[in-house]
């Protein structure tokens, strides 16, 4: 009996292999390359010498006014998208859920833009919300909202709003596909007593539909925090941070750094970043499983 | 047990040493070859060129890789670092001194290749402008020029910055303005060739952050003057949108008749040509009160790799590209100044919109000059200075601010390098 479990467990580690491997190699190596790069001088120009210089490029990261306008950026814009696509996902889930005409069609048209990539969806922001030969424009012109062009991407405040509004856009897909599955999964019984004890809609959202998808939805914010504070792509085809870095998020500054040739505090910024969302995530799951317990 | 470990090894390794390049069994030589400016047009014509060195070299194929621009560079020096797989590359002007640095570019042989004395001189200089070895061989330049509307009311282009200006105020009315504006991505470049043109003579151009005492040119009252009138210039004559332009828009701006001016590189007047504007000329980049210009030129090339299984193809092929037929079809078909005496005589390059570029290099006081790329905050600069120069524009910052800061980044720079 012993010989044959030891058989099959190598069986099972032999099978396991090639996955840790190739995840050992391209996720944990990169991410230890990284880590012992944020305590070198590893700068592109030369890296003939890239000696150890301890604590140097955190310090140097974290005494730039540039990192902490970043991280400020980082909350606005990780709270507000969040905020909106969260509650936008989950009307369009529950209209979803509604057997209409067509759903099927509308549900791939509303779905698509979770299929693009965050960079192209920057570029066609970029020029739907330029001030001059934008689309945006145009229409706000024609309607007579307005009555002179705004340069979205030229003033600050703009600058933030308008890559949020295209966040927004894209991020909304997300919840409303995982809500709607949520949904999905609450069971029918659960409504038919609800309806038998003369509950109402909004008592049966409430008490019924809400406690059964808490989990999932606690996990998905987690998640969705975590990629939109990984989401650089947006911003930096849309703004590349600016104008004057009022559109910089940690993780382009990140890209900044790589750019500039600074791969020492560029490890430097990852490491802080990682840390952050360790440390969020963790305070996270405790208070949503806190919550839950209760 | 251990059969199927032992298959799976095998069959790993197979699959991992099928992946390089190299020698087939057969003998062939197979190149891996690697671009950087990647666009589909471009890509196409490269490979067109491949086919014929391959028609000309029978045993020898070339595998091209394209990767997206803008992670281009990166991608790279990635492939770089790990010394494996790569042949021949394209080399940029500001990424030829950190190959170089880290033993990344082979030396190419000059002397015995008959091509080399086709080279222009300018090719032959940019050639060999990093410590004096030729890493790489110019496929063409991008020299910037003027371009004008000439239905807007403008007879004769402004030869000064301050005409720009001028002419650029007339100009702006309405949903019209005068100049294509670049205040994104790459904008702190216009306000240097300003700066240069502003400290005229005192300019080292070999050096041309330098003057020629060794202070910077951000340092001098000129400095601030040129400063003044770049910020003048944005927010009296360009788009105020045109605070995050990048080079798309300029050219937009431009073809769509928002704009009256633009100062760009020679791939704009195919650009210009297709968009059915007909009324507009081209003119060479405007001078300071001192009466010169400086802009450096942009260039990139072919170079081999230092750890090539097969440098005697790889070089073959950097010098194939180089030669005159080759080089003047990729600068035709990519809008270059080209690096072949040959095409002085092609009328393309002395007719039209190109006449502007023959002027300027007829100019003494049109000159060109050398950006410190070999300096290692190079790229630093160019991330921090296009921040610096929004956040001026926008009122963020003010012009003493901005030069104050580059003046104290550049003098930093000299410190190293010396």
Redesign the interface.
């Known amino acids: 009996m012993r010989t044959f479990n030891v058989?099959r467990a190598?069986?099972i580690a032999?099978c396991l292999l090639?996955g840790v491997v190739f995840v050992a190699l391209f996720t944990y190596y990169p991410v230890l390359r990284g880590a012992v790069m944020a305590f070198q001088r590893y700068?592109?120009?030369?890296?003939?010498s890239t000696p150890f210089t301890g604590l140097e490029n955190f310090r140097a990261v974290l005494g730039e006014e540039?990192f902490w306008t970043a991280l400020r950026n980082t909350g606005t814009w990780v709270v507000v998208s969040l905020f909106f696509q969260f509650f936008l996902g989950f009307g369009l889930a529950l209209l979803l859920r509604r057997h209409f005409r067509g759903r099927g069609l509308y549900q791939a048209w509303v779905f698509f833009p979770w299929a693009m990539s965050g960079?192209l969806i920057g570029l066609l922001w970029r020029w739907m919300f330029?001030?001059?030969?934008g689309v945006i424009n145009d229409l706000l012109l024609k309607t007579g909202i307005i009555d002179q062009?705004i340069?979205f991407?030229?003033?600050?405040g703009w600058?933030m709003t308008s890559v949020i509004v295209a966040n927004v856009w894209y991020g909304v897909t997300f919840f409303a596909i995982m809500i709607m599955a949520a949904l999905q999964s609450v069971p029918k019984e659960l409504y038919e007593a609800a309806d038998v004890d003369g509950a109402s809609r909004l008592r049966q959202f409430w008490h019924v539909t809400l406690p059964h998808i808490r989990t999932t939805l606690a996990l998905i914010v987690l998640l969705r925090i975590i990629w939109i504070l990984n989401f650089p792509d947006l911003i930096y085809s849309m703004?590349?941070?600016?104008?004057?870095?009022s559109t910089d998020i940690i993780t382009t500054f990140l890209i900044?750094q790589?750019?500039?040739?600074?791969y020492g505090r560029a490890g430097a910024v990852g490491l802080l970043v990682l840390g952050l969302l360790l440390s969020f995530s963790v305070f996270y799951l405790n208070a949503t499983r806190f919550e839950k317990s209760r | 047990m251990r059969k199927p470990f032992l298959a799976a090894t095998v069959a790993t390794t197979l699959l991992l040493a099928g992946c390089g390049s190299g020698s087939s069994s057969s003998g062939e030589v197979r190149l891996r070859m690697i671009e950087s400016l990647t666009s589909p047009e471009r890509t196409k014509l490269i490979k067109t060129l491949i086919a014929d060195f391959e028609k000309a070299n029978p045993g020898v194929t070339v595998e091209l890789v394209s990767p997206p621009l803008d992670s281009a560079d990166q991608k790279i020096t990635q492939i770089l670092q790990t010394k494996k797989d790569l042949d021949v590359l394209e080399v940029r002007d500001h990424t030829a001194k950190s190959f170089s640095n880290n033993g990344w570019l082979a030396e190419l042989p000059t002397t015995e290749w008959p091509g080399w004395s086709d080279l222009t001189e300018l090719a032959q200089k940019k050639a060999v402008e990093v410590g004096g070895k030729a890493y790489l061989i110019p496929y063409g330049f991008y020299q910037r020029t003027l371009f004008y509307r000439t239905d807007y009311g403008m007879a004769q282009p402004p030869t000064t910055w301050e005409e720009l200006y001028e002419a650029g105020k007339k100009m702006t009315s309405g949903d019209r303005f005068g100049y294509s504006f670049r205040g994104g991505k790459g904008g702190a470049d216009y306000a240097v060739m300003m700066i240069s043109a502003y400290n005229g003579e005192a300019l080292n151009p070999e050096k041309s952050f330098y003057l020629k005492d060794k202070r910077t040119i951000f340092s001098t009252p000129e400095a601030a003057q040129a400063m003044e009138l770049y910020v003048k210039i944005f927010k009296e004559a360009s788009p105020p949108d045109s605070v995050s332009w990048g080079y798309p828009e300029m050219v937009q701006g431009f073809t769509s008749g928002v704009t009256g001016m633009l100062i760009q590189d020679p791939e704009v007047i195919k650009t210009v040509e297709d968009s059915g504007v007909t009324a507009w000329s081209t003119a060479p980049i405007p001078k300071g009160p001192t009466g010169y210009a400086f802009q450096p030129v942009g260039y990139a090339g072919w170079g081999a790799t230092s750890f090539t299984k097969h440098p005697k193809e790889a070089v073959k092929l950097v010098q194939f590209l180089s030669e005159a037929k080759q080089s003047i079809a990729f600068a035709k078909g990519n809008s270059l100044i080209p690096i072949s005496k040959q095409a002085q005589n092609d009328p393309q390059f002395s007719q039209g919109a190109w006449k502007a570029y023959l002027q300027a290099q007829q100019d003494p006081k049109q000159v060109i000059t050398i950006r410190p790329v070999d300096y290692p905050g190079w790229s630093q600069f160019l991330v921090d200075s296009d921040r610096d120069v929004q956040a001026l524009i926008t009122g963020k910052k003010t012009v003493a601010d901005v030069l104050k800061s580059w003046d104290a980044f550049w003098t930093d720079q000299a410190k190293k390098v010396s």
Do not use: E, K, M, W
């Open positions: 058989r190598r069986f032999l090639p700068n592109l120009f030369d890296l003939t540039r960079f330029n001030g001059q030969f062009r340069g991407l030229a003033s600050p600058a703004t590349g941070g600016g104008p004057a870095g900044q790589v750019i500039g040739g600074d």
